[in-house]
């Protein structure tokens, strides 16, 4: 009977874990709309695209037609029929509409948009089916696209499901001073299950039939011959795979590279 090499490794014992990964980005929640409290002309604009402003600041000042008739007049006039338009919250300009003096606006006009950076939350929409895992308060990480990671909480779980994919916006609170924009596509990973002291191999050390309804692993016993041992398996990641049943022991041997394809009871010879 030929002999055939193999590498072999000893049975894991440790933690394994599987998490669940969604995608999300990254999202503003409070955005004011400035608008023109009267029609007028727009005397003056005291801000630029992306400046940050403060509650109260004064962002543009307009003036009534009946002002701009007295122009010839204004040593005499003071302040009459200028109004001053104050942010309404902290933020910064992420839309200016009206940009310079001299333009002409209606009562009601949109004149900027104030987006508060410190409401910033990360979207996911989530199946339905893992309603009983993403609950309120749920610890998470966020992974970014330059692959740093940061954690995250559940903060709220909209009572909305969307009709045809069937899914439930959750909103995420990041856990950092890092200054995130919005729109930025982010992977979200929960937690699923933890297993501690379990029996682990690797991955390569598992084989299964062409259905994957059967699953074995071949143990080396004797020394020198490769035994079939059908298992269970458990949880599984990218590199090792827990084994629920049978009992294993710690000091067995396994096969880790050559196993496929290879009968009950072959003989074989380790190779470093």
Known sequence: MPVVSVKATQIIKGDIENEISFNGNTVYLKKTQV?????GYIMRVNMKFGDEVQKDEILFEVQTRERKALESDSDTIG????VKVHATSDGFVNELIINEPGVYVAEGSLLCNIVNS????????VPFEYHSIIIKERKCKILLTDNTIITGSVSRILPVVDEVNQTQTVLIKPETNRQLPENLNLIIKFLNEKHQQAFLVKKSSLMTNETQSEFWIMRIDAGDMAVKIPVKKGIENDSIVEIISPQLNGKDLIISEG????PDSTVITIIK
């Open 35 to 39: 608008v023109s409290p009267i029609s």
């Open 79 to 82: 302040d009459f029929g200028i």
């Open 118 to 125: 410190k409401d910033l939350m990360v979207k996911v929409n």
């Open 259 to 262: 196993a496929y394809g290879l």
